[in-house]
T-cell receptor, first 113, second 114 residues
């Protein structure tokens, strides 16, 4: 059974700081998705990475996919209070007929003004 | 606006009283699924549906039922709720068989069973 580990579990920083969170898998990802979940809401897709070594940028967010496709990182530059939320990584396993997402437990980020 | 709508958002009920959580999507997605989210356990799939009248169990189906009579709706049924079903529930939809496409989630239903 594939396990996704995210670190750190909790992170509290001041506005303007940079941060990196990580997602590691016990097996190779089919494709990796990063979601952000705000309090009281469902997860919202940020990015999908597929190719080993891939780097994608979304404004102040930079996503990297490891060469071996077993790890990924999310770097936020100059964090803002609006970045507060739970950051989840998921493997889009697309197993047979079941497009099941396998989830990490997430990194809970608090950005303080 | 593309969306997945769940109702109710919050529900407190008593053990054994049947309840239904509704889910509706307006994106013509074939694939829909239900997840529950619990502290320390994350998001776990309960049931999924590939299309109308096609449903199957996910990882934690015990105590739940679903139906898919129409493409847009995928209700979650708890015939006899128990306290261990207290959780945050999410419905999701997407296009099946297309890798790397976005899954859209509802806003969640927070269920408490006392």
């Amino acid at each position: 059974t594939q396990l996704l580990e995210q670190s750190p579990q909790f992170l509290s920083i001041q506005e303007g700081e940079n941060l990196t969170v990580y997602c590691n898998s016990s097996s190779v990802f089919s494709s990796l998705q990063w979601y952000r979940q705000e309090p009281g809401e469902g997860p919202v897709l940020l990015v999908t990475v597929v190719t080993g070594g891939e780097v994608k940028k979304l404004k102040r967010l930079t996503f990297q996919f490891g060469d071996a496709r077993k790890d990924s990182s999310l770097h936020i530059t100059a964090a803002q209070p609006g970045d507060t939320g739970l950051y989840l990584c998921a493997d889009d396993s697309n197993a047979g007929n079941n497009r099941k997402l396998i989830w990490g437990l997430g990194t809970s980020l608090a950005v303080n003004p | 606006e593309a969306q997945v709508t769940q109702n109710p958002r919050y529900l407190i009920t008593v053990t054994g009283k049947k309840l239904t959580v509704t889910c509706s999507q307006n994106m013509n997605h074939e694939y829909m699924s239900w997840y529950r989210q619990d502290p320390g356990l994350g998001l776990r799939q309960i049931y999924y549906s590939m299309n109308v009248e096609v449903t199957d169990k996910g990882d934690v189906p015990e105590g739940y039922k679903v139906s898919r009579k129409e493409k847009r709706n995928f209700p979650l049924i708890l015939e006899s709720p128990s306290p261990n079903q207290t959780s945050l529930y999410f419905c999701a939809s997407s296009f099946p068989g297309r890798p790397n496409t976005e899954a859209f989630f509802g806003q969640g239903t927070r269920l408490t069973v006392v």
